[in-house]
Structures are given as structure tokens and as C-alpha cells.
């Protein structure tokens, strides 16, 4: 198998909606964001996949190490020689990669986020540098519309986080600001024995009202010369902010239950956007 059928096959298995975006994109920059994403997907599964923790951090040290060799000439990885390639066309740099292992390491050390702030750090890292390497592959030419890649980034990773509620509390993990736990007077127990309540739903109401929020403000940063290139970045905010409509729509069951699009759902969602050019 070569890098490149390696990469191809990582993106497609995850069932990530990115892998719909990515369908609309010219050869080379596909080639590049496909990459890119099997990286993200392999140092996310280190994490994801831990038993040991101090095995899962060995492994973290391993892709960090990986990535310096990689930028040194000397990749090892099938994901890094398939990502390396694009990485000075794209301007990828090593301090991005790094960026994205050390908040796959704030998952093996954090379980919690005292406030919003708190946690909009861990979201930089694992969502909003994703973001601006993506916006860069997809074609950006204006400089404000890595502020829209980073806030964009933010309103994926929190529809994430609302979603899988359920998932990471079996994981012993709860990413909602334990400042607003407290203010909706939701006790940590619950979620980690995943009791739903009235005021379960009150938080997760709170919290999806803050990511539309930011959906409407990274749509707002975009500059108009650039939302032609954007599109795959539109066609995920299309996606996710259905999906978190979607979860609205059903009251919040996510303690239980992992709220889905189907993939025809998605493919529909993606090529509306690009069709007409926006969301």
C-alpha cells in the first residue's frame, strides 16, 4: 500500500463528515487535506484508543518526534511521507503538527475545563490550528480568513463536544466548563453516570445557543474573496450546524445516544454548498 492509498483509506474509514468536503476539492489540494486529516485522525486515536496512559503519552512522543524527523528530510510514517510532500506548497509547518500533539496531550492529562476560556485553549490546539492549515490547502488568499478558520474551528470542536457528551463521560472525561455545570447546578456524577435531567438540558441548550454563536461569527470574518476557496470549510459548518440543529431538535438525548446525519444527508448538505457557493 502506498502513502497516499494509506491516507485515502484512514480518511474514508473514519465516517468523518470531513471526508465529504474533501470529495469537491482539485487532486492536489485533496491529496494534501487528505493527509493532513489522516495525521489529525492518528494522533486523535492514540488518545481515543488509550489504555495506558503512559503507553498512549510514549506514543504522542513517538508522532512528535516523527513529525521533526519528517521535517528533517526523513519521514518513517506512511502518513508523514504522504503528508510531506505538500507540506511547503501549503505552507504546513512543523509548530502546527506539534500544536495538534500537544492537545491530543492535554486529553491524556485534563479530564476537566474550570471555565470557557480554559477550554477555548485545548480548542485552539486540537481545532482551530486544524483549521488554519485546512483554510491554507483549500486555497486561502486573504489573511482575516484565518480568523475565520480558527473560529470556525472552535464552532466544529464544540458541536463535537455536545455531541459526544455521552461518549466521553464513559472515557471518565467531561469537556463543559465546570463554571457553567455548576451555574445550571448539574453535578459531574451525573454525567459521568450519564443521568439525564431538565437541567442537563438547560446546559446543553446553553451550550449549542454558544456555538451557533460562533458559527454566525467565523461566517462573518470570511472575506468575500475567498469564500469560493472556502468551500469545503462551509460545506463542515453545513454539516455540523445541522447535525447540532438535529440534536436540538431531539431534546439533547446525548447522554445515550450518539445523534447521526446519514451519509446521503451529508453528501446532500455538502453539495448544496457546492453548488450555490455558501451555506
Known sequence: MTPAQYVEQKAAA???????AFLFLPAPRRAAITAFYAFCREVDDVVD??????IAATKLSWWSGEVSQAFAGQPSHPVMRALMPHAQAYGITPAHLHSIIEGCQMDLEQTRYLDYPNLQSYCHLVAGVVGEVAAAIFGQTQTQTTAYAHMLGQALQLTNIIRDVGEDAQRGRIYLPVNELQRFDVKAHEILKRVPSERFQALMAFQA?????LYDQALAL????DQRSQKPGLMMASIYRTLLKEIQAQQFPVLNKRVR????????LAWKVQALGRL
Do not use: C, I, N, Q
Not at 473514519?14 to 465529504?20: L, T, V
Not at 484508543?49 to 503512559?54: E, F, K, L, R
Open 14 to 20: 473514519s465516517g468523518s463528515s470531513f471526508y465529504y
Open 49 to 54: 484508543d488509550a489504555v495506558d496512559m503512559g
Open 209 to 213: 445557543e454558544r456555538a451557533h454563536a
Open 222 to 225: 470570511l472575506p468575500l474573496a
Open 261 to 268: 446525519l446519514t451519509p446521503v444527508r451529508k453528501l446532500w
